[in-house]
């Protein structure tokens, strides 16, 4: 674990999330250009155990293992707000 401006990052190969919430996921992306960093948001099912699965079926699904390391999108998005940064919902 790593923790940036008061959010924790998890290893993905460490820690899974505890509850279906929406997590912040980092990784790198190899593209024409070079190596890039990505960040995404995506739905954690506990259900499931992965990311981006629809209400019933895990056919949709990705592997957390995909990525690198994730957060809560909660505690990253409070970093925002403690800077007095909101963005519309």
């Given at each position: 674990m790593k923790q940036i401006n008061k959010v924790k990052w998890y290893k993905t190969t460490e820690r899974k999330p505890n509850r279906d919430c929406y997590v912040i996921l980092l990784n790198y992306v190899i593209e024409g250009c070079g190596v890039c960093k990505s960040i995404t948001e995506l739905k954690w099912s506990m259900k499931y155990q992965a990311l981006n699965c629809n209400e019933n079926d895990r056919e949709t699904a990705i592997?957390?293992?995909?990525?690198?390391?994730?957060?809560?999108?909660?505690?990253?998005?409070?970093?925002?707000?403690?800077?007095?940064?909101?963005?519309?919902?």
């Open positions: 592997e957390l293992s995909d990525y690198e390391y994730w957060c809560y999108a909660d505690d990253f998005y409070k970093q925002f707000e403690r800077a007095g940064i909101y963005a519309a919902k």
